[in-house]
Nanobody, 115 residues
Framework: QVQLVESGGGLVQPGGSLRLSCAAS????????MGWCRQAPGKQRELVAV???????NYATSVKGRFTISRDFAKNTVDLQMNSLQPEDTAVYYC?????????WGQGTQVTVSL
């Protein structure tokens, strides 16, 4: 089992920045893929960014150039730096871990971009 705890969500004005953090515990391995997904009201959950072994990253087109995912393999944490936030980034953001056996999700943290 893997447990995930997110932090760092909140309310920010358009153009602002937020940093999300996720701490993983349990049977986490450096081979696991870690990432962030989000779900806006009335929409399906979508991939935001992932980072795999070796630090290889992949981003949704809508966040490329604005968001940066990073991972601390020693601490088993994954962060998402979000810059130039826009109202359409408003969603619940979920930390995610995938391995060969299962997929794990955090409880989610709300990000609201509004004046």
């Amino acid at each position: 089992q893997v447990q995930l705890v997110e932090s760092g969500g909140g309310l920010v004005q358009p153009g602002g920045s937020l940093r999300l953090s996720c701490a993983a515990s349990g049977r986490i391995s450096s081979n696991d893929v870690m990432g962030w997904c989000r779900q806006a009201p009335g929409k399906q959950r979508e991939l935001v960014a992932v980072i795999s072994r070796g630090g290889i990253t992949n981003y949704a087109t809508s966040v490329k150039g604005r968001f940066t995912i990073s991972r601390d393999f020693a601490k088993n944490t994954v962060d998402l730096q979000m810059n130039s936030l826009q109202p359409e980034d408003t969603a619940v953001y979920y930390c995610n871990v995938q391995n060969a056996i299962a997929e794990y999700w955090g409880q989610g943290t709300q990000v609201t971009v509004s004046l």
